[in-house]
């Protein structure tokens, strides 16, 4: 999916340098509030509880939501000390953004061998449970798989009833949550995926789904590749969530590349970039998983539609699917008119 970029080669200094975050955050907490603040003199008594509104507005911060953010940070904040719960939390705000943001050592890899490795092992399995219908789900998983069935169905709802009889290409096509429905309405759907593993389950799946729907015209074709290595033309080309794993520098090249092989619209979601998902992302990778197997980049909404204007195309509307866990913005293309 991807070519070589850079990666971090040690997160160990940032998570160092996070812990400490946590380790004074803590004493803060944990300490009486009358140690911070001065007795209660002639003009009233002073709030002694910051440090339930310091609670609460750190938790609020890790949450994916902002509405949620805002309103745990009001309700702690409204029996609180202003000053202090101020002080406080701008404090840690900017010891935050410090560690998050500060540069790291490191070196060249393969995002496209990364990703293909990935997801035929480990990252299939995961995957294809997010994706699929099991219960065996946890929270943030269960989370991951709304967000993402909301942003296909944001699309079928966008293009679903124009695509009869019209060729279209899943560029990234995972395990055929957006194929599928598409051939099911008609479309002549060819998917592709950098993981055989997904290609093979897509097809699996769309053999089960689609065997006796009325509208099929063709069975979905599927197959593996890079989205580098893609050619042909179709009437439309979707992009799901795939740009997440190519660097910035590689975004602009992969946009034009997409965009040259679509004849009426271009389809795209992606991962965006904004101070408070980069934050959220940052924050993340102090604490390095299993599930964090390959890289994952932002790209800024301004970024991703200069890059589709600059392909010939304008973006006709957009929209964004936000979870607690999983966020996507979506653009649908259409090509420039002609002068």
């Avoid at 209660?40 to 440090?51: C, D, E, L, W, Y």
Wanted: glycine share 8%; with cysteine; aromatic share 8%.
């Amino acid at each position: 999916m991807a070519s070589s970029s850079v990666q971090p080669r040690s997160l160990r200094p940032r998570r160092c340098w996070g812990l400490c975050v946590l380790a004074v955050a803590s004493v803060v907490l944990l300490t009486p509030s009358s140690a911070f603040l001065p007795a209660a003199g002639a003009r009233g008594a002073v709030s002694n509880r910051p440090t339930a509104a310091l609670t609460a507005t750190t938790l609020a911060m890790a949450s994916a939501l902002p509405a949620q953010a805002a309103d745990a940070t009001a309700k702690a904040s409204a029996d609180s000390s202003p000053l202090v719960t101020v002080g406080a939390v701008l404090g840690l705000i900017a010891v935050g953004i410090l560690v998050l943001t500060r540069d790291v050592p490191s070196e060249k890899v393969n995002d496209a061998e990364v990703v293909e490795k990935y997801f035929n092992g480990e990252g299939f399995e995961r995957w294809n449970k997010i994706y699929g219908e099991e219960d065996d789900v946890n929270a943030v998983q269960k989370d991951i798989r709304v967000g993402h069935a909301e942003t296909v169905d944001t699309i079928i709802s966008w293009i679903g009833e124009k695509v009869d009889g019209k060729t279209v290409c899943d560029a990234g096509c995972g395990t055929g949550n957006l194929s599928i429905p598409l051939a099911s309405r008609g479309a002549v759907v060819t998917g592709s995926d950098i993981s055989q593993a997904m290609a093979t389950e897509s097809a699996r799946r769309a053999e089960i789904a689609l065997k006796d729907a009325p509208k099929v015209k063709k069975m979905p074709e599927f197959f593996t590749s890079d989205l580098q290595k893609l050619d042909g033309e179709y009437d439309t080309v979707c992009c799901v969530d795939v740009l997440i794993h190519y660097p910035p520098e590689k975004m602009e090249g992969m946009v034009g590349h997409l965009a040259g092989m679509s004849k009426e619209s271009l389809v795209m979601s992606f991962a965006p970039k904004t101070w408070y998902y980069t934050l959220l992302k940052r924050f993340g990778e102090l604490f390095p998983g299993k599930s964090k197997a390959t890289r994952a980049y932002l790209h800024s909404e301004e970024t991703v539609e200069a890059a589709i204007n600059k392909a010939g195309f304008e973006v006709v509307r957009k929209t964004l699917t936000a979870k607690s866990f999983y966020f996507s913005q979506i653009f649908e293309a259409k090509p420039k008119a002609k002068a």
